[in-house]
């Protein structure tokens, strides 16, 4: 067997595994598993649970995620980044597709200062394609109905 | 061209409070460039943000916030005195994804501004200018707000090297 097939073979072992590991914590009704299979969801100390059957995220806050120490306010940058890999885990958990989606572009429109507490969020898939898939993500931090940032994402499978 | 004494003050003040604070310091990124309207800045590859772990490609958000930090020191920079630019909103479009253990080169222009708006682009590219990573596009307010407080921010630093001056989380939020 020549490198290259062995790197191919390895790579199908991975994704299979990472399938399994997938659909075991479907089974166990626990997004925080896959949350957990993303290292930069650790880096920014983001979280998920079912909450009236939908996703919800949040991201407690964190020395590490601020960005305008004089505020002080949550980097805009990590809101970004919440909201982006929210918009993943939401079509990792809930769709049935093979692969780890990628992203094409990400549009993200400020309404508030991130203030130095809990950020939340929720995902919305609008348009799932054969290959691309659209969604919406919002956060908030007292109000669900007065956000602080909404972003569209668009990914390929 | 001229010798700029704003700028001469800002570019420490700026790489200070980027490189040495909060979300920029846990990334790592380092300020390689400060000018009038135009930002450099290089990200070194980083196990704890991959966001992808069959591949170790690292996670699109990373991105999010060094073009965002970029763009965002950019559009201060412009300023005749420096003071918070809140970014309206934020457009990326990813070519292709970065590769592992690679640095992560970014560049940030302002091309733009009017009386009340900065317009910026940013680029993010690992060996190819030419073929890059992202590509951004960003826009920031300008904002009748009392200017940034360099020195209080050096200054809460010292606090919380000091152990009898720590700061709590309630101070923070109370902003005291």
């Known amino acids: ?157 | 061209m001229a010798f700029d004494m704003t700028m001469a003050l800002f570019r420490p003040a700026l790489k200070y409070a980027m490189e040495k604070n909060g979300h920029g310091k846990t990334l790592g990124l380092k300020m390689t460039e400060i000018n009038r309207g135009e930002i450099n800045l290089v990200f070194p590859y980083k196990e704890e943000v991959v966001g992808n772990p069959l591949t170790g490609v690292v996670h699109g958000g990373v991105i999010v916030s060094l073009l965002d930090t970029a763009c965002g020191s950019a559009a201060m920079t412009v300023l005749n005195t420096p003071a918070v630019t809140p970014t309206i909103d934020l457009r990326l479009d990813y070519m292709h994804p970065a590769e592992p253990h690679k640095p992560i080169y970014v560049e940030a222009k302002v091309y733009r501004q009017t009386a009340n708006v900065i317009f910026c682009r940013g680029l993010a590219w690992q060996d190819d200018k030419e073929n890059p990573i992202a590509h951004c596009v960003a826009n920031f307010m300008k904002v009748d707000s009392k200017s940034i407080n360099f020195s209080a921010i050096a200054i809460t630093q010292l606090r919380r090297l000091m152990p009898w001056g720590k700061t709590t989380d309630s101070d923070k939020e109370t902003g005291k």
């Open chain 1, 1 to 157: 067997m020549s490198s290259e097939e062995m790197s191919l073979e390895q790579n199908k072992h991975q994704l299979k595994e990472w399938q399994e590991s997938i659909a075991a914590a479907r089974q166990e009704n626990s997004p925080q598993t896959v949350m957990e299979m993303i290292p930069y969801a650790a880096f920014i100390g983001a979280q998920a649970r079912i909450e009236n059957d939908q996703l919800l995220y949040w991201l407690d806050k964190k020395p590490s995620n601020i960005g305008n120490p004089s505020l002080p306010a949550i980097h805009g940058g990590v809101i970004g980044g919440f909201l982006e890999l929210a918009a993943a885990i939401e079509i990792i958990y809930t769709l049935d597709i093979a692969a780890v989606p990628k992203v094409v572009d990400f549009s993200l429109d400020y309404l508030r200062a991130g203030r130095y507490k809990t950020i939340y969020a929720k995902c919305q898939v609008l348009r799932q394609g054969k290959k691309l898939i659209n969604v919406t993500a919002s956060a908030w931090q007292d109000d669900e109905n007065t956000p602080i940032a909404t972003a569209r994402c668009h990914f390929l499978i």
